[in-house]
């Protein structure tokens, strides 16, 4: 089993960052920052973890899976999971049914000015704000001294 290290910081840690429940009695699960959905397989070593209630993940997690099932869906055209497809596109789009013909719906065709048939896809805002929104609170829960660390080995940046 892969090991992650939770750089919560200390001041937040017992509660979930996103609805600020306490942690202690009830379950909680651990979160990556950033959604798994959006990182190849295997997962890095130094992904980083933060603890939120079970209730703040399950519901992101479907989320997560309807964010990465629209991101590739527009990005490759369509709805039937190609082998190019991202891993978390593809599964999600492959095991939900459902899902990608919720997002077929909301797709139009249209003719541009040379004549060319395109397609407009139209993302429930609601789910895409949940996983956007959600990455900058898990970032701001990590401790500055983490965020100081990644600073230092991906540029030049001092705190
Ligand atoms: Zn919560």
Not at 116 to 138: A, F, N, Q
Request: aromatic residues 10%; glycine residues 6%; proline residues 4%.
């Amino acid at each position: 089993m892969k090991r992650f290290n939770d750089f919560t910081d200390e001041r937040y840690k017992g509660y979930c960052l996103h609805c600020a429940a306490r942690l202690g009695k009830m379950r909680q699960t651990r979160d990556h920052v950033p959604s798994k959905v959006l990182l190849d397989h295997p997962l890095p070593d130094n992904v980083h973890v933060v603890d939120i209630c079970e209730k703040c993940n399950n519901g992101f997690s479907a989320d997560e899976e309807y964010f990465a099932a629209f991101l590739g869906a527009a990005m490759y055209g369509g709805v039937n999971p190609v082998p190019d497809m991202f891993e978390s596109a593809r599964r999600a789009l492959r095991g939900n049914l459902k899902l990608a013909r919720e997002i077929a719906e909301r797709v139009e065709r249209f003719t541009d000015e040379d004549g060319i048939s395109r397609l407009t896809w139209y993302p429930d805002l609601e789910r895409v704000r949940s996983v956007v929104v959600k990455m900058p609170g898990g970032t701001h829960f990590m401790s500055w001294d983490s965020l100081a660390k990644m600073s230092r080995r991906k540029c030049s940046f001092t705190l």
